[in-house]
């Protein structure tokens, strides 16, 4: 096994590239990104210092897997959270402004209220009947914000 060390060339490093690359593409979501970068890095500085022990090339491209991984977490991490449709995964947002009837009575201020094929917990500042036009107003969490439509 030491003989394999011992003969590692900057091929070797691009072989490994590759294999990395191959199972980010398998679905590792972005994690192995930092290790493909720092093979292929290893690789080139091999290329030109052919000498390079292979202690040193494994100790460098530990180093630089770890300082390639926290680069591209730094790069990216905001990439995926700006959205042209930033309700899209909030359905008590979505409901703000529609108008439904009021299909149980309140009790203190709180009840239930079917929308769909979903019964969803309501909140108001008054009591109202079952039957009476709401219209949401606002949400808390998964809880919608109701006062009674027209007012």
């Not at 040193?56 to 591209?72: D, E, H, P």
Request: glycine share 10%.
């Amino acid at each position: 096994m030491i003989e394999f060390f011992e003969a590692m060339q900057f091929w070797h490093w691009i072989i490994l590239a590759i294999v990395l690359i191959a199972g980010e593409a398998l679905g590792a979501a972005g994690f192995l990104l930092g290790a493909v970068m720092a093979a292929l890095e290893v690789a080139l500085i091999s290329y030109i210092w052919p000498d390079l022990s292979w202690q040193k090339q494994i100790s460098l491209f530990a180093l630089l897997g770890l300082l390639c991984s926290v680069w591209f977490w730094y790069r990216f991490r905001g990439f995926n959270q700006e959205t042209d449709l930033p309700k899209l995964n909030d359905r008590a947002s979505q409901l703000v402004g529609r108008e439904f009837a009021l299909t149980k009575d309140m009790t203190g201020g709180q009840g239930k209220m079917q929308v769909g094929d979903t019964l969803w917990r309501v909140e108001s500042e008054t009591n109202l009947s079952a039957g009476t036009q709401v219209k949401v107003i606002g949400s808390r969490e998964m809880v919608l914000l109701i006062g009674k439509a027209g007012v």
